[in-house]
């Protein structure tokens, strides 16, 4: 005969609710939107942009510069895509398209590099 044991669970007493939820680097809102992930990847493509802009400065130029620019801009833009890819609305592809436009202005990227739809 099996019996089965009854465990004592605590009551939770400090849960708070929270807007927004960050896991493994990705963050969605309690609508699940992906929103605030968009922007934090702006944002460090921004950065991204600017560390680009200092490696061209010192010297840092053709397939070195685009490899780089694949290594460290294209990698956040795409971290954990298929994760959070079908939640973008226009608006949010819009602007990752944007980056994307101006790695390829300034010549961190080829000017035949993907655009945003085909890369998502």
Do not use: C
Request: net charge positive.
């Amino acid at each position: 005969m099996i019996s089965l044991l009854k465990t004592h669970i605590p009551a939770a007493t400090h849960l708070t609710r929270v807007v927004s939820l960050k896991v493994i680097i990705v963050t969605f809102n309690t609508k699940l939107s992906f929103e605030p992930h968009i922007l934090y990847i702006i944002q460090s493509a921004a950065r991204s942009i600017y560390g680009l802009k200092t490696f061209r400065a010192h010297g840092l130029t053709g397939k070195s510069l685009r490899d780089v620019t694949q290594a460290t801009l294209m990698a956040r833009l795409t971290y954990a895509v298929p994760a959070w890819r079908g939640f973008l609305n226009v608006a949010e592809k819009d602007h990752i398209e944007s980056v994307i436009k101006k790695a390829k202005r300034y010549g961190y990227l080829p000017s035949d590099f993907e655009n945003v739809h085909t890369l998502l």
